[in-house]
C-alpha cells in the first residue's frame, strides 16, 4: 500500500464506523440509554470551566525585527489575550530546537529554543500570565525528540553509548527491518539507517525526529524529571503529543496481515501504553494541581482510556474524527469537492459528547497549528459572509461540552492564505507529501489546489494585528508570508467596532462563564438529519438552552419540534436574532427556553 493512502484508509475505516453506528440508532444516543449522568452535573474542575487559547508563537509577534514571533512579543500582547476573556494559554513548543518542525523536533528540554528568547524571558511570561490570572499550557513533546539532541547525537555515535538505549534501533545484520510507515519522510519509511552503529533507528515523523525509547524506564526517569522542572517553575498544565504512539511493540514482529493502512490506530496500540500514562500520573501529575490534554488517536474505546478518572491517566483527549472529516478517500488530506456529509459530521460530534457524558472530559476545537483556519474549512472566508460564519463557529466552539481550544487569529476571522506555489510553503508534512506526489509523477497542480484547503501553514501566518506593513506582526520579513488580507481583517479594526468578531468572541467567552449550563450541562443533537443545521439543547437542573447553528449560505430551518414561543435570546450573530427556527445564511443563536 502506497504511504499516501494509510492515512486516508484510516479515515476511510473511521467514517464507515461512524456511518454504520449512525444508521442503526440515528438520535437514540448513550446518554439516553444509560442513566449515568442525566443530570448533566461532572465533578467540578477548573479546567472544565477553562476557554483555552492557543498561542503559536512562532506567529503571534515578533519583538526583534528577526521576522519570527517571540517571547517578548507575547508579553507586549499580554492584556490583548487577558481582554479576550480566556482563562488559560496552551504555548506551542518553546524549546531549543533547530525547527524541522517548527519546534516539535527539540533538541534540549530545558532551554528556550534562540529565535523565541532565553528562560528569563519564559519566566516572566508566565508571571505575567499568572498576574492576569491566566493559566498556562506547555506542549510536552515526548514520543520524539531532535537529531540535535544531546541523547541522540551520543547514541548514534556507537552502540555502546550509554544513550543508544534511549531510542528504537534495528541491527543490520539482522537484514532488513520489518515496516513501519512514517509520516514526514519522503520513501514514507520510519527506518532510518546509520552508519557509525550499523543499525537503523525509529523515527514515525521525520527522520530528523527518533522516536524516544519509552521502555527503558531510565528513559522515563528523565522525561518525569524534566517534567518535574517546567511543574515546578509553576506552569499548570501539559499538552501531549503525540502521545498515544509512546508505547512500541518492540518485537518488530511484521504488520499483522488485518492490519490496513489504519497508522493512526495502529501506532496508538502499544502494548504498555496506559501502564506508562499510569506511572507518569503517580510520579508526576498527582503531586501537582493541573491538567492534561493527550493528543490522542483511535476509536472512542482507546481515546477514552486516557481519561477515564478511574484510570487516573491523563484529564481531557482531544480526537480526530471530526477535524479530518471530508477529505477524498486513498488521499491524503485532499479535500472532497462534492464538499462533506454534514449530517454524518454532526452525528460524529454526537458520538463522542454522547461518550465524555459518561465518563472523561473531552475538548471542542475547530482549529488549531496542524489544521487549516476554521473559517475557510468549516465556515466561508468569502468577504461576504465572513463575518457571520465566523461568529457562528465561534457559538459553536464556546457552548458545546467540553473544554473549548481556540485557536489565536480565529478571533479576528482570519482564513487561508492558499499559496499558489510550492516555494512559499514552510510545513515539513506539505513539503514532504509534494516530493511523494512529484516521484509517483502525480498531479501537483491538484495536489496544490487541495492544499489551499487542507494545508497546516494555512493557519500558521502570522497574526494580524493592524493595517501597517507586515500587519505589525514584525518589522523584518516574516518568516512565513503575511494573509494580505490585513488591511481589512485585524484586531486594531475590530476593537473599534462594538459588532466585530472579535467583540463577539468576547461575548461569547462571557456568556461561557456565566452560563454552568454551557459548561456541565447535558448535550443532545436535536433535528439530527437536518442537512443545514447542527442543533442542540444544553440542560442543566431547571434550564434549558437551545442552540440553533447555520452552516449553509442559505436560508434554513430547525424543525427542533420544541415550543420557541417564549424563548429568549442570549446571543445571536445578526442585528435581530431569530426566535423562530427561521435561520439567515450562517445564522447563530442560542435561546433560553422556558
Ligand atoms: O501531531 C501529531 C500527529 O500525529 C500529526 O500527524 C498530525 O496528525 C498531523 O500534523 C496532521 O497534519 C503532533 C503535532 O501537533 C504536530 O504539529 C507535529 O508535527 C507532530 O506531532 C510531530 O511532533
Redesign the pocket.
Known sequence: MKPLHHFAFFLGAVLLLAFSACNTAPDKTPAQQTPADTSGIAAKKWWKEAVVYQIYPRSFKDSDGDGVGDLKGIISKLDYVKSLGIDMVWL?PVYASPNK??G??ISDYQNIMKEFGAMADFDALLQGFHDRDIKVFM?L?V??CSEEHAWFKSARSSRNSPYYNYFHWWPAEKGKPPYRWS??DEKGDAWEYNKATDSYYLHY?ADA?PDLNWENPALRQEIYKMMRFWLDKGIDGFRL??IA?CSKDTTWSPLPAAYDGNW?MYYASGPYLHDYMQEMNREVFSKYDIATVA?A?GDVERVMKFVDPARKELDMAYY?EAI?FGYLPKEY?MPDPKGYDFVAWKKIYAKWTDAFAQKGWGTMYLA????PRMLTRWGNDSPAVRDVSSKMLTTFILSMRGTPFYYFGDEIGMTNIKFDKVDDYND??LLTNYAQVKAKGGDLKRFLEGMKISS?DNGRTPMQWDDTPNAGFSTGKPWLKVNPNYAAVNVSSQEADPNSILNYFRAMAQLRKKEPVLIYGDWQLVDADNPDVFAYTRTLNNKKLLVLLNFKAVDATANTGLDLSKAKVLIGNYPAPSVSGKLKPYEAVILELP
Open positions: 506551542n518542525d517548527n516539535y523536533d506542549d513533546v514520543n520524539h509520516i514526514f515523523f525526529q503529543d503525540a504512539f493512526g493528543e488517536m480526530f479530518d488530506k488549531n497549528h496542524d489544521q515539513i508534512e497546516r
